[in-house]
């Protein structure tokens, strides 16, 4: 097969298993708060928010630098 | 005389008629070209140059969105995409067979390239722009290119090299070695001629672009028109249509012009109403253009960006077509605070410098 062909392939499933992982991620910390929301331990939930925040913020940042260096 | 393949991308006829310069340049030296396009891309290349062979050459299905949100129907375009770069490579491999070719011209065509036929590219957009949500994937798009420019022997920009007078800001800015070895800034390429006419047309509105938003666009316009002092012409840019109309007094609608019409035209108008895609952007520093409004394909981010970038530089001012007052936007894009492009190399220049720097080196 084509080496184009090839490496196009490889991205389209790499994607795909990309957006599977990013959707079990989402599922596991919403089952976590969840639990630990009925279970009474809020300061589980605030960790977890916390931590989703800092993710969030890294995350963002990150974009941001890249941004203004011109990476992208 | 060498034999070059010219294949221009059929989406929009941008590829196509950036390419006559380099064809017309082609058969002035003496050299003989084979046309392979399909659709309108092909039918214009046809018609401005008869004495060329031309193939059927299909290309890759057009993911037109009809929402704002054109990126995730991309996305999932990316199967089809990938079934059709590998028949167009099938099909390249039975072109190349029946004939000899000296050099290869693919204007963003991906799958068009040959180890055995030296291969150059022509794209503006050496990097894609997403929202910032999707950096990683603007990165990976980054590395992508550079794997695919690393097919071509030469990859061709039609900007001036990055600084104060690219016209594609951080779209044709080059992110990899396999890309920065091969980039070759040639300037703007457009078929559109500075024609010595007076400016005695007030508004020249271009309504085209991919469908439907083609259409929404030419009803938001339409029902504005009315409001503006002037003259002014509206190209709807729709073939199929031959249905002109005088609007009022002072504004014609032509649902359909010929390349030569839309020339003049642009040459009489004082100020240029029109998508923000880059093709209509080197015509406008062609033309040396100092007032234009541009309005972005909902959902395309190069437009977007290019909007943005623009404003930003502050040469032309922009707005949403969501939140267009067409007579308020012009008189903001006729403030002396726009002050259009810079001045740039025009396409002649540019041409005889790429030929004779670049695709002579292949064929003399």
């Known amino acids: 097969m084509d080496d184009l062909v090839l490496v196009g392939a490889a991205g389209i499933i790499g994607l795909l298993f990309a957006a599977i ?4 991620g989402i599922y596991s910390i919403a089952t976590l708060i969840y639990s630990s929301a009925i279970s009474g331990q809020y300061s589980m939930v605030l960790i977890i928010l916390g931590a989703l925040l800092a993710v969030g913020f890294l995350y963002t940042a990150a974009g941001v630098w890249l941004q203004k260096t011109g990476h992208i | 005389m060498g034999h070059i393949l010219v294949s ?27 046309i392979a396009a399909c659709g309108n891309a ?51 491999n039975s072109i190349l067979a ?40 603007e990165l990976l798009a980054v590395a992508m290119n550079g794997f695919l420019h690393g097919k071509y022997l030469n990859v061709i920009v039609p ?12 779209l044709s800015r080059p992110g990899t070695e396999e890309t920065k070895k091969r980039v070759y800034f040639s300037g703007i390429l457009t078929s559109t001629h500075q024609r010595d006419t007076r400016e005695d047309l007030d508004y020249l509105v271009m309504i ?53 019409e839309k020339e003049v035209l642009m040459n009489r108008a004082k100020c240029i109403i029109c998508r923000s895609g880059y093709t209509s ?48 936007d012009i008189r903001l894009a006729c403030q002396p605070r726009y002050t259009g492009f810079p001045e ?15 695709l002579a080196g292949y064929l003399e």
């Open chain 2, 208 to 260: 085209s672009g991919p469908e439907p938003q083609r259409t929404r666009l030419e009803k938001i316009l339409l029902k504005q028109i009315g409001d503006l002092d002037g003259t002014s012409v509206v190209l709807l840019g729709s073939p199929g249509n031959h249905d002109n109309q005088q609007q009022s007094e002072k504004c014609r609608v032509i649902a359909y012009a010929s390349t030569e």
């Open chain 2, 8 to 34: 221009p991308l059929n989406w929009g006829l941008g590829h196509a008629t950036r390419d006559i310069p380099i064809i017309q340049k082609l058969l002035d030296q003496h050299h003989e070209v084979t």
């Open chain 2, 42 to 92: 092909r039918a214009v290349l046809e018609k401005e140059f008869p004495e060329c062979n031309s193939i059927g050459f299909p290309d890759y299905p057009v993911p037109y969105s009809t929402s704002r949100f054109f990126l995730p129907k991309f996305v999932a375009f990316f199967p089809l995409m990938l079934k059709a770069i590998s028949d167009e490579r099938k099909t390249l």
């Open chain 2, 344 to 358: 740039v190399a025009r396409t002649r220049e540019n041409i005889d410098r790429l030929y004779n720097q670049v």
């Open chain 2, 281 to 328: 952007i080197m015509e406008i520093a062609e033309l040396s253009k100092h007032h234009a409004l541009f309005i972005p394909t909902p959902g395309q981010t190069e437009q977007e960006y290019l909007s943005w970038y623009y404003e930003q530089k502050g040469w032309f001012h922009s707005q949403s077509q969501y939140h267009l007052h067409l007579a308020e």
């Open chain 2, 159 to 170: 900007d001036n090299p990055p600084g104060p007078t690219a016209l594609a800001g951080k």
């Open chain 2, 98 to 137: 029946k004939n000899k070719y000296d050099l290869i011209i693919s204007d963003n065509r991906l799958g068009v390239y040959s180890s055995k036929v030296p291969s150059v590219f022509i794209t503006h957009q050496l990097h894609y722009h997403l929202p910032l949500g999707f950096w990683p994937v």
């Open chain 1, 21 to 24: 992982f990013l959707l079990y």
